[in-house]
């Protein structure tokens, strides 16, 4: 089992920043890739960014030049330092990790959730 959890979340005013934290715990052998997830009410699930093992990076257009996403591979963590926030940031925030788990005296691929951390962007 591989558990993932997201933290950082709140209520910010526009143009205020927050960063999310997101770390993943378990029988992990390796993580491929960690990403951000956001979903707004009545909205559909999309991508914010994501990051692989080697470091490549992908932002979704709302993101370029606003988030900025990393990973402590020591820490299992991935983060997402989020400036010039907006209203329409307003969404739940979701983390996706995906890797190799230890599963016996093998190892199995994964891919976990979180539970998501709530970001309000209202004055």
């Known amino acids: 089992q591989v558990k993932v959890v997201e933290s950082g979340g709140g209520l910010v005013q526009p143009g205020g920043s927050l960063r999310l934290s997101c770390t993943a715990s378990g029988n992990i052998f390796s993580i491929e890739d960690m990403g951000w997830y956001r979903q707004a009410p009545g909205m559909e699930h999309e991508l914010v960014a994501e990051i692989s093992s080697g470091g490549d990076i992908k932002y979704q257009d709302f993101a370029k030049g606003r988030f900025t996403i990393s ?12 400036n010039s926030l907006k209203p329409d940031d307003t969404a739940l ?5 995906s890797g190799s ?3 016996g005296s093998d190892h199995a691929s994964f891919g976990s959730w979180g539970q998501g951390t709530q970001v309000t962007v209202s004055s």
């Open 93 to 97: 925030y979701y983390c996706h990790v």
């Open 101 to 103: 788990m230890i599963d």
């Open 71 to 82: 990973r402590d591979g020591a820490k299992n963590t991935v983060y997402l330092q989020m």
